[in-house]
């Protein structure tokens, strides 16, 4: 997802090519989505690792299948 916006800067930076106003409000949305998505992500997995330890400090008993 990053390849877009990364592109577009390489674009700049090597052949001195200005994006347009369109082609940098894409790129802005794919960086918003892509932080949106890392960020649900990484919250999801740490819910998931804090649950995992308050079973543990319960001493509830683990399921077979990892949760």
């Not at 890392?38 to 997995?45: I, K």
Request: hydrophobic share 50%; proline share 4%; with cysteine.
């Amino acid at each position: 997802m990053i390849v877009i916006p990364m592109t577009l800067l390489l674009d700049v930076i090597f052949l001195s090519n200005v994006p347009s106003l369109l082609k940098m409000a894409g790129s802005a949305l794919v960086l918003v989505g892509t932080a949106t998505v890392a960020v649900c992500t990484w919250w999801m997995h740490r819910q998931e690792g804090r649950h995992r330890l308050f079973r543990e400090l319960l001493d509830f008993p683990v399921k077979k299948d990892g949760s």
